[in-house]
């Protein structure tokens, strides 16, 4: 029970198939011997299934529905824990329906919430959960447990918040008043509110989780693109698990969705950024981006707004970026331009780019946050540091030593396609280059 | 600096089944593979490979190829990669710089095409002593046999390795051979690996229903898992074959017991 605590479960239903007569598992179909012989109880776990946006960037690797996960992590390593210990043991997955077999077949091959209703399980609700199951040879008396860590109207603590996120993976929790909202953050306006998303938000909750730097030198390939998928799901799954938190406690808790790739443009590509600097996770870049003292830019981030007040924390004062411009000089679109007052980001040419590597499945470029020199991350990962992205970026890598170029090409090679020639319309301004300021001309 | 028993049971508390440690210098004394794929070269401050498995349940993995074993597929993959991601960002907090390289790196959009991978996992557990890579190219476990799926954690952390699996655990049955519904495997019986046609298996891994076909793993007899799950008689997987394409028109209810 302290595993299946510990993985988010909410309750949890042992039901020895001596409950679940014969006469009425033939009624509904169900039976658990068909699908794995031997069968002595079944384990049933719920959690509730609340609304979620779904996650852009995952579309390729399966549909990923964090509630699902979730309850199929669990219930998988009970099976395992199960089986550790000498009692043979089987999950059942959330949707044993099938995504190919829709088309031909509706039924699914087992219904959780069938064994409820045949044991009618002592009178526990299932109503507004998600259920997984797992079959087992362990016999038992047959139980119902709750698992749920707060008891309504007990709200959880800023400190609880941040120790559940951090066991669910998140690697920083910042908190931000919606009061801090209003004004412009380094140049970029404010044209979206947290009460966009909750009308009675109160606090905003960010949560980060480190890209490691070896890795985003990769991009675009897929090693890169699959390290940001990989976090955002990893945060996704710790923001479901504080949204149960706070939700059993009463509070309204809402996610804010991540755009889509051909929304990237939009203003909500920004907000996340923003929440992180309000939060007082790190400061924003030239580049926009959120840049952290721990890891630079090289961050994914998941925000979550409450109407539970809680106080925030101090935004980091201070100019990270000072005279360094490299995120403008390298970006491959030319969509960061040094101007007066700061930085212009020219939002369609950087979608242009990512377009054209998603086409080629290499997509994030996220140049603009891997050559950042920001961040403590620049010290463990010794390696690759400005000189070296320029003479990639310039292609005069030939005069510097193979590694770390054959690396990455190495990786790049695979998994991906090559990706289409950039746009001509944008040339690089070689005698600026030289003359350190950067950047790229507007040939339009 | 965190010792392997420290870093092993960090895993296990992940939900990991299997933690090997190779040292990086294993690869160029067995030259299996051509340098560029060694972790040295992806990464050069790479000491140690920490390989990571998860197991393929019997009972899921014999429904192939239906959705059961589809759905534990992206399970473990998640799971893999959280396991994986979580080891690299313990290591790293600790001041060992660690990465994780994802568990698949085929590309979705590209399997077809280019069926492989920059860097090899069952290799690298190969060298961290999880098992011995059998005939049918997948690394085969005494705990699991075949039926497992594996991710990898490169450190610069040095940590003495694990002793290797010396003895071979393919027993050149033929049986993933026989079952293979691609033909994909072919060569000399007696050599450590068939000649494994990668486009054939992808080709008919991406049909329909057949997603995540996977009958070389599943027909194995080797393993620990067959005794826990009473099911070392592999006799009945051959009857299979016979209905295998009736199943790819839909025919095929959501999962099955085959026996």
């Avoid at chain 1, 004062?317 to 403008?328: I, M, N, P, Q, Y």
Wanted: charged share 20%; with cysteine; net charge neutral.
């Amino acid at each position: 029970m302290r595993l299946l605590s510990a993985l988010g479960i909410e309750k949890v239903w042992h039901i020895p198939m001596t409950f679940l007569s014969p006469e009425a598992l033939w009624q509904h179909g169900l039976s658990p011997d068909a699908i794995w012989p031997g069968v002595k109880s079944l384990f049933v776990l719920g959690v509730r299934d609340l609304p979620v946006a779904p996650l852009p960037a995952a579309k390729e690797a399966g549909a990923f529905d964090v509630c699902s996960n979730l309850l199929d992590t669990a219930a998988y390593r009970l099976a395992r824990h199960l089986n550790d210990r000498g009692y043979p043991s089987v999950n059942l997955p959330v949707d044993g329906t099938g995504e190919h077999i829709h088309e031909f077949k509706t039924v699914p091959v087992y219904r959780h919430k069938d064994a409820l209703d045949i044991a009618r399980c002592m009178d526990a609700q299932a109503d507004g959960m998600k259920l997984s199951t797992v079959f087992t040879r362990l016999e038992g008396p047959g139980a119902y447990t709750e698992l749920r860590g707060y008891a309504p109207g007990i709200h959880p603590t800023k400190q609880g918040i941040e120790q559940l996120s951090v066991q669910a993976g998140a690697e920083r929790v910042g908190f931000a008043s919606v009061d801090a909202w209003g004004g412009p953050v380094a140049g970029i306006a404010d044209t979206l509110h947290p009460r966009d998303y909750l009308s009675d938000a109160r606090t905003v909750i960010v949560l980060a989780a480190p890209l490691w730097i070896p890795i985003t030198d990769m991009l675009p390939s897929i090693l890169g693109r699959d390290q940001l998928i990989m976090a955002d799901k990893l945060l996704e799954k710790a923001a479901y698990r504080l949204m149960l938190e706070l939700s059993a406690a009463g509070s309204k808790v809402v996610g804010v969705p991540k755009p889509p790739l051909g929304e990237s443009a939009a203003p909500a590509a920004y907000f996340h950024d923003q929440a992180g600097y309000r939060a007082g996770l790190g400061r924003i870049g030239k580049n926009g981006r959120l840049l952290t003292e721990a890891f630079g830019p090289r961050v994914a981030l998941k925000v979550l707004l409450t109407d539970l007040a809680l106080p925030g924390d101090t935004p980091l004062s201070g100019d990270e970026c000072g005279g360094c411009s490299l995120c403008a000089e390298l970006c491959p679109a030319g969509a960061l331009k040094a101007t007066g007052e700061g930085m212009a980001r020219d939002a369609a040419r950087c979608l242009e780019q990512r377009t054209r590597l998603d086409k080629s499945f290499c997509e994030p470029c996220g140049q603009c946050v891997r050559v950042c020199p920001a961040g403590l991350d620049r010290t463990l990962f010794a390696g690759a540091g400005a000189d070296i992205y320029r003479a990639e970026s310039m292609g005069t890598q030939g005069a510097l030593p193979a590694i770390p170029f054959a690396g990455w090409n190495h990786v790049r090679s695979f998994g991906s396609l090559p990706v289409e020639p950039p746009d001509t319309r944008c040339r690089r301004d070689e005698t600026a280059v030289a003359a350190g300021k950067g950047a790229i001309v507007d040939a339009r | 600096m965190p010792d392997k028993e420290t870093i092993r049971s960090f895993a296990y508390g992940l939900g990991a089944g299997l933690v090997g440690f190779g040292p990086v210098e294993r690869y160029a004394a067995h030259g299996d593979l051509p340098a560029a794929f060694h972790p040295q070269n992806i990464w050069p401050q790479a000491k140690t490979v920490i390989a990571l498995s998860v197991p393929s349940l019997l009972p899921t993995t014999e429904t192939k190829v239906a959705h059961l074993y589809r759905s534990q597929y992206h399970n473990t993959n998640s799971l893999l990669d959280e396991i994986a991601y979580r080891t690299a960002a313990y290591l790293n907090r600790q001041g060992c710089a660690a990465i994780n390289i994802s568990r698949d790196g085929y590309g979705t959009g590209t399997l077809q095409i280019k069926p492989a991978a920059s860097f090899s996992h069952v290799w690298a557990a190969y060298y961290a002593g999880l098992g011995v890579p059998g005939w049918n190219h997948a690394l085969l476990t005494p705990q699991y046999g075949p039926r497992h799926r594996l991710v990898t954690v490169l450190t610069a952390l040095e940590l003495e390795g694990d002793p290797m699996v010396e003895n071979e655990l393919c027993t050149r049955c033929g049986a993933c051979a026989r079952a293979c519904p691609a033909q994909s495997f072919s060569g000399d019986p007696r050599a450590a690996q068939s000649d494994m046609d990668r486009f054939a298996c992808m080709g008919r891994d991406r049909v329909g229903i057949y997603a995540h076909c996977g009958f070389c793993i599943k027909v194995c007899p080797i393993g620990e898992d067959r005794v826990l799950y009473d099911r070392q008689n592999t006799a009945h997987y051959a009857k299979e074959a016979a209905c295998v394409d009736a199943w790819s028109l839909g025919l095929a209810p959501g999962a099955r017991r085959w026996v």
